[in-house]
């Protein structure tokens, strides 16, 4: 049993408003072909497979065009849970024609956990069982109380998803048992979930949300119970193993989802099973476009511009200014530096802006170089805000931008 673990595609995703649809494209084209070269059994995608919960027509048939040619390998199987940046109604809606195809969707959480528990067969024969866990939203963790804190808040939710691990491992460690009845042997089970372990790493500018609000719903190793055989990981875009344990992992995305990401190697997670013992590798996956940040003063910026354009390599360029000189149209000097080049300049940061429209709140000038944080603590200084106050309305502002990213659109 050979499985691929990969998460975090974002297919629809935009780089400062520049589509990247041929980067997914050539992405998708190479996993195809990495199924067969690798002979895949089963392959787990663990979230986030949308960038939106309303993603493009082409986002949508690139995602399908893809499960078609899935079919056509000899991958038995794929499961596919939702991340936080999918709508779990889109997902749910094919679910019984994908079935068909052997694609198993899982989008929400369902009232009967036993749906999370899907045993995979080849000929009949069971050859694995995952617990098929998507994005656990805090509404389905947790009753809300009158005049809980937000310490209270997140042990609560803590304790939900502790407790839905435990119960949809019970169910497979059940079926598990009526498998070796029937005389299938060590059948190896493999969860799969979408969340933020603690002790994860993250990097500026991925574009990763926060799932919860405050910083202490971060879920330790020990939620996940020791009979599992491997636990496929989705929400982190950095490749990595949780908790000093090999066989709980994020395989990260498999393109650079922000320039934070550029030097980034990226990679899929190749699981292959001999009764339970797992053998793990990670197989590269080619850099389709290349990105690259430079920072620093005019000089330094001109010179890597200078040393690129001479390599005659198609690069996607964010640019920091960070200069004491103010220089006058920063942009089109830098433009004309790069033109009839392959080179090509997405972001501009200038910092001597940036400054500038921090300190003075109300200039609007630059407003396309602030996240929604950015402005919110500017808002926050030019209302004089004392620090005591300043923790509770960070935490009820992150609190509504939550709620206005889980909102599902797609549910009537």
Known sequence: MKILHTADWHLGRALYGHKRHQEFSEFLTWMIKTLTEEKIDVLLIAGDVFDTNLPSNRAQAMYYEFLYQVSRTDCQHVVITAGNHDSPTFLNAPQALLKALNVHVIGQVSADLSDEVITLTRNGVPELIVCAVPYLRDKDMRIMTVGESLEDKNRALIRGIEHHYQAVTDLAIAEQSRCA????QEIPI?????LFAAGGETLEG????????????????????????YVALGHLHVPQIVGG???IRYSGSPIAMGFGEAKQNKSVVIIEFVGRN??????PIPRFQALERISGDLDTIEARLDALREMQQPVWLEIEYTGNAIVGDLRGRLETRVAGSSLMILRIKNQQVLNHVMQVAQDAVALEELSVEDVFEACLKAADVLPESSALLRALHQEVVQSLNEDDQNAE
Request: hydrophobic share 50%; with cysteine.
């Open 190 to 194: 493999v969860a799969m979930g979408h």
């Open 206 to 229: 991925d574009g990763v949300r926060d799932l919860y609000v405050g910083n202490l719903a971060y879920v330790n190793v020990a939620a996940f119970p020791t009979e599992l055989d």
């Open 181 to 184: 009845a029937a005389g299938h």
């Open 278 to 283: 797992a053998t793990i590798s990670l197989l």
């Open 245 to 247: 344990c090999e066989h």
